[in-house]
């Protein structure tokens, strides 16, 4: 059983940066992905990335503002966040395809997830 621990979420102003960090407990050869889920809302595509890390994948939402990368000798995907705005409020979310290198921004492909990291913009 794969587990996801998701880290660096906090509480920060509009405009600043966070580094969020996922690391798994098995290595993953497949794609992984990072989504989001707002209170009162469904759980989000942000970004994804494959194997290589040659292929991203983001929302319009957040093209610009953030990175996803991974370092697969850490078994770790990241979500470089830039000028966060309050609308990127959420529980983050890390998620891993495993063995599918596909990229993928449906929740239903990704089978093994994380527990979330809280974000927080003030305005």
């Known amino acids: 059983q794969v587990q996801l621990v998701e880290s660096g979420g906090g509480l920060v102003q509009a405009g600043d940066s966070l580094r969020l960090s996922c690391t798994a407990s098995?290595?993953?050869?497949?794609?992984m992905g990072w989504f989001r889920q707002a209170p009162g809302k469904d759980r989000e595509f942000v970004a994804a990335?494959?194997?290589?890390?040659?292929?991203?994948l983001s929302a319009d939402s957040v093209k610009g503002r953030f990175t996803i990368s991974r370092d697969n000798a850490k078994n770790a995907v990241y979500l470089q966040m830039n000028s966060l705005e309050p609308e990127d409020t959420a529980v983050y979310f890390c998620?891993?395809?495993?063995?599918?290198?596909?990229?993928?921004?449906?929740?239903?492909?990704?089978?093994?997830w994380g527990q979330g990291t809280q974000v927080t913009v003030s305005s």
């Open positions: 998620a891993s395809r495993q063995t599918y290198d596909r990229l993928s921004y449906e929740r239903d492909d990704y089978g093994y």
């Open positions: 098995q290595r993953s050869s497949g794609a």
């Open positions: 990335i494959n194997w290589s890390g040659g292929r991203t």
